[in-house]
């Protein structure tokens, strides 16, 4: 009988005792002859080799919200005088391997050597695009962050970071990132995501996938992590419970083909769907234009992105496609006015 090498606990509705599923949603398991019909296929648009960025010097410390985009899923969180990363990736590129695997086509929007004291990290999953060993070791070394992430991930992180701090939760768990009384507390919801995750192909689904929902002074952010749409139940469990996000980062990117990817990525007219699910105030769209990961050209998210958005009838500038190095300050919704 297999056995998980990253996580013993108690079944749940979406853990079977080895592995993670999404309960009730469509596999998100791909065999040989899926990925082969899909290759074969020869769909894959042809993306440049590089794509120009102006990088950004963040300031050491910002006392309302900020977000800055590095690339893919990477994001740069300044709230209330902490910065946070979201699924930090400085590689070249998102594989295991340094000469095999996608290629980034932007460099990163913050130069390393220009971060600014970074005092947590959100993980949402283990996939070599969100989960990059060789940054962690960097973070770890240069920042001495504390990590958070789903069940699981810690052991990875672990085995290569042994000295990492980590906080680690299920779905719904709520994780301290700064104490602090009078409200100045910071702390990240782990949000349920339609997914997967795995390192190899013997450890498929053995680690959980998640989204973030950072609770700060300054505002709230959604990070939403890789997810499909499925039912949608998810997304409206998270307005239920966690209220509408001042700030929402959602994945835009690595759609197509749909018969593959509709059940772990979304599509740009999926994302809108999320964003007015939960009434974001506003939102910035990742996970497109760093690493060629499936067939759509470049630019088809950005532009897919300001047609779903025109067919609904929302102000582009409240859901902006995120751009390497770009900064964004948001105005929580309560003190508009």
Known sequence: MARNRYYQGP?????DGVRFFNPGQPSTDRGLRALLRWKLAGGAARWPAAVPVTQATPEAAVAGLRVTMVGHASVLIQAAGMNILTDPVWSTRASPFARLGPKRVTAPGIAYEDLPPIHAVLISHCHYDHFDVATLRRLQADH????????GNDAILKAAVPDARCVVGDWWDRLVLREGGAGQGIATTLTPAYHWANRWPSDVRMALWSGHWLHTPAGSVWFVGDTGYGDGAIFTAVADRLGAPDAALIPIGAYEPRWFMAAQHINPAEAVRIFRQVAAGWAM?????????????????????ATALSAAAIPPRRFVAGHPGEAHDVTPAADEG
Do not use: K, N
């Open 144 to 151: 001495a962050p504390l990590f958070a992430l789903p069940l």
């Open 285 to 305: 769209g990742i996970h497109w234009g760093t690493f060629q990961l499936t067939d759509e050209a470049r630019d088809a998210p950005r532009l897919a992105l």
């Open 11 to 15: 079944t749940s509705d979406h853990f």
